[in-house]
């Protein structure tokens, strides 16, 4: 009897300590409710009043921008905070806002904090930046850069730890330039960067994974993918690694006009890495494709300027030119492959009257091992196509590595066959004249080498039949008078054997822009050999009467055999 009342006794007292421990369990849960109610409660009831102190705050760290938050959520069980509705908008041009944020949520990042860090994890939904035209300019006159105008100090009014996660899931970018039917658009933008705030790295380390996919121009797809140092001074370090998939350059006319070029179609896919950082500015393309380009280079009347010194200032804000050692003072481009297909680039002058416009049709472009700096040999280049939609034209180009010193390059183009008749715009643009019939060829190899051209520029005009009664009986009586001087002038200059004229360009003398890249100095080379000698030469040559007129040698021949004197020697 003893042993069952010891054994009941025992059995009563676990029961009792277990009622115990359950009431500590009830006492201490319904504790952490109580707190999460309060919690709650005290959110609901702080929204408001926090709302507008975090919206002055804000507004008080900005500079020339102001922020408008449409609704609050405090979710202090949570230590977080959603913001709903926000606007951001440009003081001097408020309509429309750069930028709307749906929502906003900003928190502690657990895991950090599991590691002895107390940092924040900002989440953008939905977010759509906006920017004109008027916008874009006004932050280009501002003299305070972008991210010196309080941004951060901003986020640190919204969540008092520094941003040590940043997401962006399902982001829209627009820009309107002058059309606003027009708009350019990065969509679908999904961008991730995590470790933000790692300790100082050494240099060239970039500790924070960074990547992002979006949608461009519509159809367009990219991605980005790497690591970033966004505490290295004086600017964050990257290196990226990017994919462009058949992005569709024809969205690229609304803005491409600033750069003189006017665009119509053409599809791009490019891969490649990308590495900026202070000392460094690399970038490296492997494979390049664009099919189906129409793009032409336009030159416009410059706008006039009030007076000289308004022309001085114009001058003197002009950039200087580029110098310093490639991949350090600046960009050294490396592509290692590189196809144009199925396209037509084109010049059009407008400065002229008439204006005409010259163009190398069904085009094919390679270029092969430009910017290895770590190879001694040359890239190159190939074009092929129609000149003038007649003409077979080739031209071929090897560059030498860029070691800061300007370009060294060896051109060779051919022109052949092209139907004159084509070329009446240009030929009337510069020597009033235009023709019949005629075919046009050319050939030019030129050199340049330590800042030094040298070379040639040979064209030959055969069978050129320049009046014609039929065709020129419109035309007023001392139009048709010139154009029949000039025919028959052109027929005594002809080589009687081969029915032709032809006249020479040598080049020979210092590039006149040190610094100029290679295709400003080819660009250069066309306009001093082709547009200022050769075709205001030809009409001298056709507008008077030599007396003795010997014929230009084949390629390959003596290139200065009856050069006209005006045209032997043509300096850069």
Known sequence: MSAARNTAGRAWRRVFARGRTSRRYAIAGASVLALVLLAGVASVLLDAPVRRSMEREVNRRLEGYSVRIGKLDLQLYRLAVDLRDVTIRQESNPEPPMARLPRLHASIEWRALLRGRLVADF??????????????????????????????????????????????????????????????????????????????????????PVRATAVVFDSGRASIEGHADFLSEPFPGIHLRFALREIPLQQLQPVSHHANLSVRGGTLSAQGETELA?????????????????????????????????????????????GGVPGKDRLALRVDRLRITDSEFGLEDRTKDPPYRVYIDQAEFRLDGYGRLDSPAPANAVLTGRFQGSGPARATLKMEPDRGKGPDFDLAVRIDNTDMTKMNRLLDAYGNFDVTEGRFSLYSEISVRDGMVRGYVKPLFRDMKVYDPQQDKKKGFFREVYEGLVGVVTKLLENKKRDEVATVAELSGPISKPGSNTLQVIGGLVQNAFFKAILPGLERDIARMPKKTAAIPEPGGSRRAGAPASLAQSSW
């Open 123 to 208: 989440l953008f939904q939905k977010t759509q930046l906006y920017v004109n035209l008027t916008q874009a300019k006004t932050e280009a006159k501002s003299p305070t850069r972008l991210k010196d105008k309080g941004w951060q100090e901003a986020a640190l009014a919204i969540f008092p730890l520094k941003i040590n996660t940043l997401r962006v899931e399902d982001g829209r970018v627009t820009y309107i330039d002058t059309d606003p039917a027009h708009p350019i658009e990065l969509s679908h933008l999904d961008f991730e960067a995590k470790d933000i705030r790692n300790v100082r790295s050494q240099p060239h380390a970039y500790p924070s």
């Open 278 to 322: 202070p000392g460094v500015r690399l970038a490296s393309i492997s494979d390049l494709s664009i099919s189906g380009l129409r793009v032409d280079y336009v030159r416009a009347a410059a706008p006039k300027l009030a007076s000289a010194g308004g022309a001085a200032k114009a001058r003197a804000k002009s950039p200087p030119t580029s």
